[in-house]
Nanobody, 123 residues
Framework: QVHLVESGGGLVQPGGSLRLSCAASGSIFSINDMGWYRQAPGKQRELVAGITSGGNPNYADSVKGRFTISRDNAKNTADLQMNSLKPEDTAVYYC?????????????????WGQGTQVTVSS
Protein backbone atom coordinates (compact mmCIF):
# COMPACT_ATOMS: atom_id res chain seq x y z
CA GLN A 1 0.00 0.00 0.00
CA VAL A 2 1.23 3.48 -0.88
CA HIS A 3 0.06 6.78 0.57
CA LEU A 4 0.61 10.34 -0.62
CA VAL A 5 0.24 13.13 1.89
CA GLU A 6 0.10 16.76 0.81
CA SER A 7 0.65 19.84 2.92
CA GLY A 8 1.11 23.57 2.53
CA GLY A 9 -2.16 24.82 1.13
CA GLY A 10 -4.00 27.82 2.49
CA LEU A 11 -5.25 31.33 1.87
CA VAL A 12 -2.92 33.87 0.30
CA GLN A 13 -3.33 37.30 -1.22
CA PRO A 14 -2.76 37.90 -4.93
CA GLY A 15 0.94 38.20 -5.62
CA GLY A 16 1.80 36.04 -2.65
CA SER A 17 3.58 32.70 -2.44
CA LEU A 18 2.86 29.22 -1.14
CA ARG A 19 4.86 26.02 -1.10
CA LEU A 20 3.11 22.68 -1.41
CA SER A 21 4.78 19.46 -0.31
CA CYS A 22 3.95 15.86 -1.12
CA ALA A 23 5.41 12.86 0.67
CA ALA A 24 4.97 9.30 -0.53
CA SER A 25 5.25 6.36 1.85
CA GLY A 26 4.63 2.64 1.87
CA SER A 27 5.76 -0.26 -0.28
CA ILE A 28 7.76 1.77 -2.78
CA PHE A 29 10.45 0.30 -4.99
CA SER A 30 10.89 3.49 -6.96
CA ILE A 31 8.87 6.42 -8.26
CA ASN A 32 8.79 7.43 -11.90
CA ASP A 33 6.94 10.64 -12.75
CA MET A 34 5.52 12.84 -10.04
CA GLY A 35 3.27 15.80 -10.55
CA TRP A 36 0.85 18.35 -9.23
CA TYR A 37 -2.64 18.72 -10.63
CA ARG A 38 -5.42 21.09 -9.68
CA GLN A 39 -9.17 21.19 -9.93
CA ALA A 40 -11.24 24.34 -9.61
CA PRO A 41 -15.01 24.22 -8.98
CA GLY A 42 -16.85 23.25 -12.12
CA LYS A 43 -13.68 22.50 -14.03
CA GLN A 44 -11.76 19.38 -14.94
CA ARG A 45 -8.59 18.39 -13.16
CA GLU A 46 -5.58 19.75 -15.01
CA LEU A 47 -1.84 19.22 -14.90
CA VAL A 48 0.02 22.07 -13.24
CA ALA A 49 3.56 20.70 -13.22
CA GLY A 50 5.26 17.35 -13.60
CA ILE A 51 8.75 16.06 -12.99
CA THR A 52 10.52 12.92 -14.11
CA SER A 53 12.66 10.72 -11.89
CA GLY A 54 15.66 12.37 -13.51
CA GLY A 55 14.45 15.80 -12.44
CA ASN A 56 13.15 17.11 -15.77
CA PRO A 57 10.16 19.39 -15.19
CA ASN A 58 7.26 20.42 -17.37
CA TYR A 59 4.68 23.09 -16.68
CA ALA A 60 1.29 24.23 -17.80
CA ASP A 61 1.55 27.44 -19.82
CA SER A 62 -0.52 29.24 -17.22
CA VAL A 63 2.09 28.74 -14.49
CA LYS A 64 5.37 28.93 -16.39
CA GLY A 65 7.72 31.40 -14.79
CA ARG A 66 5.73 31.47 -11.57
CA PHE A 67 5.73 27.88 -10.28
CA THR A 68 8.69 25.57 -9.71
CA ILE A 69 8.46 21.84 -9.12
CA SER A 70 11.22 19.88 -7.41
CA ARG A 71 11.67 16.45 -5.93
CA ASP A 72 13.90 14.50 -3.58
CA ASN A 73 14.17 10.90 -4.73
CA ALA A 74 15.80 9.77 -1.49
CA LYS A 75 12.86 11.06 0.54
CA ASN A 76 10.13 10.30 -2.03
CA THR A 77 8.91 13.87 -1.91
CA ALA A 78 7.87 16.47 -4.45
CA ASP A 79 7.37 20.16 -3.78
CA LEU A 80 5.65 22.92 -5.71
CA GLN A 81 6.82 26.46 -5.08
CA MET A 82 4.13 28.87 -6.20
CA ASN A 83 4.97 32.54 -6.60
CA SER A 84 3.04 35.52 -7.95
CA LEU A 85 -0.19 33.74 -7.21
CA LYS A 86 -3.35 34.87 -8.99
CA PRO A 87 -7.03 34.42 -8.09
CA GLU A 88 -7.33 32.01 -11.02
CA ASP A 89 -4.84 29.71 -9.27
CA THR A 90 -7.52 28.98 -6.68
CA ALA A 91 -8.23 25.26 -6.69
CA VAL A 92 -7.73 22.01 -4.86
CA TYR A 93 -4.21 20.81 -5.63
CA TYR A 94 -3.46 17.11 -5.88
CA CYS A 95 -0.14 15.30 -5.85
CA UNK A 96 0.31 12.37 -8.23
CA UNK A 97 3.00 9.71 -8.21
CA UNK A 98 3.63 6.82 -10.59
CA UNK A 99 5.01 4.28 -8.13
CA UNK A 100 6.82 1.07 -8.97
CA UNK A 101 5.96 -1.69 -6.54
CA UNK A 102 8.04 -4.86 -6.40
CA UNK A 103 6.83 -8.23 -5.17
CA UNK A 104 6.83 -11.93 -5.89
CA UNK A 105 4.74 -11.12 -8.94
CA UNK A 106 7.38 -8.81 -10.34
CA UNK A 107 7.47 -5.04 -10.65
CA UNK A 108 4.46 -3.02 -11.63
CA UNK A 109 3.72 0.69 -11.85
CA UNK A 110 0.64 2.13 -10.22
CA UNK A 111 -0.66 5.69 -10.12
CA UNK A 112 -1.46 7.14 -6.74
CA TRP A 113 -3.10 10.40 -5.75
CA GLY A 114 -3.04 12.47 -2.60
CA GLN A 115 -6.17 13.65 -0.85
CA GLY A 116 -5.81 17.22 -2.12
CA THR A 117 -5.02 20.52 -0.46
CA GLN A 118 -6.98 23.73 -0.92
CA VAL A 119 -5.23 26.80 -2.30
CA THR A 120 -7.24 30.03 -2.23
CA VAL A 121 -5.88 33.25 -3.69
CA SER A 122 -8.01 36.18 -2.62
CA SER A 123 -7.73 39.64 -1.17
Amino acid sequence: QVHLVESGGGLVQPGGSLRLSCAASGSIFSINDMGWYRQAPGKQRELVAGITSGGNPNYADSVKGRFTISRDNAKNTADLQMNSLKPEDTAVYYCKADVVVSGIWGRHEYRYWGQGTQVTVSS
